[in-house]
């Protein structure tokens, strides 16, 4: 009998036992999908924020603003520009870009003397603006030959001049870029609106480069 009470006695005690080992995996369990549950909500809001990004910052709106008060105060010209013909590696030609607000399209147009085609463009301008001419692939060499910044004459032509060297073959791009130099009260730097800008392309061939080894080393 003493047996028996003993044995009774060990499987309430294992099951107490197996009924609190039960409660704690379930509460376990129950703090796991809390802590999920509040990962997820922290980078589902985190993703939130960074897809729907704050006003921008009263600096950028205000530069924003000072660049449109700049346009508006720019007064209009015509300008004119000629765009090489095809090149052969080792030849040279030269761009040449005109401003003139006391001259029409035409006028600008018939006074290009570089070879290519010329085209006319009406932009906006300051009193001190920077033309340049950018080579955008490695077949070109360009030189500057004229001041890139310059001051502007309302009654005079203002030029700017560079030559190219073609140097490798194929479809080569230069881009020209015209900016408005405008100095600010209070600021180092000047700050550079633009008000043109092209993208120009010059097909080059091999043909004169070969011509010209033969030429120098078999004469």
Same mark, same amino acid.
């Given at each position: 009998?003493?047996?028996? @009470? #003993?044995?009774?006695? !060990?499987i309430?005690?294992?099951?107490? =036992? /197996?009924? &609190?080992?039960? =409660?704690?995996?379930?509460?376990? %369990? ?8 509040? +990962? ?7 993703? #939130?924020n =960074?897809?729907?990004?704050g ?6 709106e205000?530069?924003?603003?000072? &660049?449109?008060?700049?346009?508006? #105060? ?16 080792g030849? +040279? ?6 401003? /003139? ?11 290009? @003397? ?5 085209? +006319?463009?009406?932009?906006?301008? #300051?009193? *001190? %603006? ?8 490695? /077949?070109?060499?360009?030189?500057? !030959?004229?001041?890139? @910044?310059?001051l502007?004459? +309302? @009654?005079?032509?203002s ?17 020209l ?7 600010q ?14 993208? $120009?392309? $010059?097909?080059?061939s ?11 080393n *078999?004469?």
């Open positions: 009998m003493s047996d028996k @009470k #003993s044995f009774i006695v !060990v309430t005690a294992l099951a107490a =036992a /197996g009924l &609190i080992l039960a =409660a704690a995996f379930f509460v376990w %369990m129950a703090r796991g999908v809390n802590v999920a549950t509040n +990962t997820n909500a922290r980078v589902t809001t985190s993703n #939130s =960074a897809s729907n990004p006003p921008p910052s009263n600096e950028t205000n530069a924003l603003s000072t &660049i449109d008060r700049i346009r508006e #105060s720019l007064r209009s010209s015509d300008s004119a520009f000629n765009t090489p013909p095809p090149m052969k590696v030849e +040279t030609q030269a761009v040449q870009f005109l401003l /003139g607000p006391s001259r029409t399209a035409d006028e600008l147009k018939g006074m290009i @003397k570089e070879k290519g085609r010329v085209e +006319t463009e009406k932009v906006q301008f #300051s009193d *001190y %603006m920077q033309a340049t001419l950018l080579n955008l692939d490695s /077949g070109l060499e360009v030189k500057p !030959v004229t001041p890139d @910044k310059q502007i004459s +309302t @009654k005079q032509v030029e700017w001049r560079w030559t190219v060297t073609a140097v490798k073959p194929g479809a080569q791009r230069l881009q870029r015209l900016d408005a130099v405008i100095t009260e209070g600021s180092e730097r000047p700050l550079l609106v633009n008000t043109f800008n092209r993208e $120009i392309m $010059i097909s080059v091999w043909r004169h480069s070969v011509a010209a080894f033969i030429s120098n *078999y004469q």
